[in-house]
């Protein structure tokens, strides 16, 4: 487990340094420019707010392989009179994710009818906000301010912006050989974020795929990044220095990798799906405030990763997960969470997977764990590493 996560997981601590405070500095000049030319008066357009906020797992520290794909949240300024409604508003969305919509409130002034006829959608005979024509705007916005970037970095970079329907674009960045020491191409998706305030923010529901029904557009998925960065944050100054909680997600993210190589369609989509990056996170969270934290230190890996593999097949087998900050009475005093979160319905991340499909991943999972010098051994050779796709 060491060698494999020396050689094939462990990030440079000089490239990822290098990587995100390039990915900072282009990012913010892109922010700046979209914020100076989206700006108009009166409350009846989008704009950018103009700061943004790094999350996923290359800030949170557990990222691994290359630090080339990055995920940023993009605040928008909205008009007033938009509130959320929780998802029992509606009666339907997505299982396993909390969505909501954002509705104009009864009596919307007449004068924000352009932005309504632009930005919303109907639903229960209300106006709501449409996540898909918020993407659609945000990415023409962004590739109408490509060319002054491109202008202004062209000693830095190359950069272009790429995206597909329902989907964040992506920002692509190809360092210049003379600039940086790191020459690595780095993918950045860019994704728009309502602020709800308290650090929360509301972000499309991404696709599930060709054989998932379709979300409605009116629906948002709630993002809860920054309050799990500042439970990270606790966890980092309460457990040990020298606490292996993070190395063991990393080490269980890059098992999951490659024994998903070995694996068939369609049950390859269903294993990487049902054991999302997320999924693993929301049970490592859950499993350290079981116990001790003194328990995690290094000279515990193997016993830890093992307490962390069981826990997860035994969540799979009863079928249930529960989102980790949704109307949890249970965290701790340090980590305040908003009254949002606090008042919202909890949410099983595992209820969108049917029974047998949970049982076949809790098998697989256990087998991999059990099997893990083999499975290192076998789809570590070139015949089977795949380059990691870009977000």
Not at 17 to 35: I, N, P, T, W, Y
Not at 70 to 99: K, N, T, W
Request: glycine share 6%; hydrophobic share 40%; net charge positive.
């Amino acid at each position: 487990l060491e060698s494999f996560y020396a050689r094939q997981l462990r990030l440079s601590p000089h490239v990822l340094g290098h990587s995100k405070a390039h990915v900072g500095r282009v990012v913010a000049e892109l922010v700046r420019v979209a914020k100076a030319q989206g700006l108009q008066p009166g409350p009846l357009a989008l704009s950018l707010r103009g700061d943004f906020v790094r999350i996923g797992s290359a800030y949170e520290q557990h990222k691994v392989r290359s630090p080339d794909c990055f995920d940023i949240l993009v605040p928008l300024r909205l008009p007033p009179h938009l509130e959320p409604q929780p998802l029992s508003a509606y009666g339907s969305g997505p299982r396993g994710a909390f969505v909501c919509g954002l509705r104009a409130r009864a009596g919307w002034p007449r004068r924000y009818r352009p932005f309504a006829d632009g930005f919303c959608v109907e639903l229960q005979g209300r106006s709501h906000l449409s996540s898909g024509l918020v993407l659609r705007w945000f990415q023409g916005h962004l590739q109408r301010c490509l060319g002054a970037v491109r202008y202004r970095l062209q000693e830095r970079c190359r950069v272009s912006l790429s995206g597909c329907a329902g989907r964040p674009p992506t920002l692509h960045i190809v360092p210049c050989s003379d600039y940086v020491c790191c020459h690595i191409s780095m993918a950045v998706r860019l994704i728009p974020a309502i602020p709800l305030g308290d650090a929360l923010y509301l972000t499309a529901v991404p696709p599930e795929g060709a054989q998932a029904p379709p979300v409605p557009e009116a629906l948002w998925s709630l993002n809860a990044s920054r309050q799990e960065q500042r439970l990270l944050s606790w966890l980092k100054e309460q457990a040990p220095a020298t606490s292996c909680h993070l190395k063991c997600l990393q080490i269980l993210k890059g098992l999951r990798d490659l024994r998903g190589q070995g694996l068939e369609e369609p049950f390859c989509s269903q294993w990487g799906r049902v054991l999302s990056s997320y999924v693993l996170k929301t049970a490592l969270f859950s499993l350290l405030l079981r116990g001790p934290l003194d328990a995690w230190d290094e000279r515990f890996l193997e016993e830890r990763l093992e307490d962390l593999v069981l826990y997860l097949r035994d969540c799979l087998r009863k079928q249930v997960l529960m989102h980790f900050f949704l109307g949890n009475r249970s965290l701790p005093e340090a980590v305040v969470l908003p009254r949002f979160l606090k008042e919202a319905a909890p949410v099983n991340l595992l209820a969108a997977f049917d029974g047998p499909t949970l049982d076949l991943v809790a098998f697989q999972l256990l087998s991999t764990w059990i099997q893990a010098p083999q499975v290192i051994r076998m789809y570590s050779s070139p015949r089977y590493l795949r380059p990691v796709p870009v977000p």
